[in-house]
T-cell receptor, first 115, second 114 residues
Framework: EAGVTQFPSHSVIEKGQTVTLRCDPI?????LYWYRRVMGKEIKFLLH????????ESGMPNNRFLAERTGGTYSTLKVQPAELEDSGVYFC?????????????FGNGTRLTVT | AQSVAQPEDQVNVAEGNPLTVKCTYS??????LFWYVQYPNRGLQFLLK??????LVKGSYGFEAEFNKSQTSFHLKKPSALVSDSALYFC????????????FGQGTELSVKP
């Protein structure tokens, strides 16, 4: 089966610009997660979708971040306007169940650099 | 507050020697614990997990981890390290009553030299 795919792999933008990250989960996985790792620190949870619904968005840093999952398939994460502190690696992950007992399948991540 | 700590930023091991990557946790309720590995320019790959049962769990690539409830630890181990084990290792814990949401440690860079 195809794994979780993320696009783009790298993005360099200027402060104030907009960037949209995309994630295609493994087919059939209703649960989709966004995480990010900033400046070599721990990986932090951003939000969790179950199908097209936001189950938990407690990790979203502020209202400059908007995540969508229309139709319950792929997801996008938009940052508008980007700030310097948004730089980091954004990971998407999916799983069949949302109980936490099944491992998450991660994509390769999008490395975002805001200059 | 629920948290995961990986006290070592980097672990250096000679090939063929045993390796240990440390992890301690603080959670409410019974912990679900995971280890993931990240190779350069790749995503995180699942290594092993502890949900319940035997305290010693075995995972991919010859790795194992021991759940120690009294010490709230879940150290990752391998009897004989390979150069190809060099990577970034993350310990994670599932947050009680919050679905599949995980808290990660800051990661430990493992370097295995020939």
């Amino acid at each position: 089966e195809a794994g979780v795919t993320q696009f783009p792999s790298h993005s360099v933008i200027e402060k104030g610009q907009t960037v949209t990250l995309r994630c295609d989960p493994i087919s059939g996985h209703d649960n989709l997660y966004w995480y990010r790792r900033v400046m070599g620190k721990e990986i932090k949870f951003l939000l969790h979708f179950v199908k097209e619904s936001k189950q938990d968005e407690s990790g979203m840093p502020n209202n400059r971040f908007l995540a969508e999952r229309t139709g319950g398939t792929y997801s996008t994460l938009k940052v508008q306007p980007a700030e310097l502190e948004d730089s980091g690696v954004y990971f998407c992950a999916s799983s069949q169940d949302g109980t936490g007992t099944s491992p998450l399948h991660f994509g390769n991540g999008t490395r975002l650099t805001v200059t | 507050a629920q948290s995961v700590a990986q006290p070592e930023d980097q672990v250096n091991v000679a090939e063929g020697n045993p390796l240990t990557v440390k992890c301690t946790y603080s959670v409410s309720g019974n912990p679900y614990l995971f280890w993931y590995v990240q190779y350069p320019n790749r995503g995180l790959q699942f290594l092993l997990k502890y949900i319940t049962g035997d305290n010693l769990v075995k995972g991919s690539y010859g790795f194992e981890a021991e759940f120690n409830k009294s010490q709230t630890s879940f150290h990752l181990k391998k009897p004989s390290a390979l150069v190809s084990d060099s990577a970034l290792y993350f310990c994670a814990v599932k947050i009680y009553n919050q679905g599949g949401k995980l808290i990660f440690g800051q990661g430990t860079e493992l370097s295995v030299k020939p």
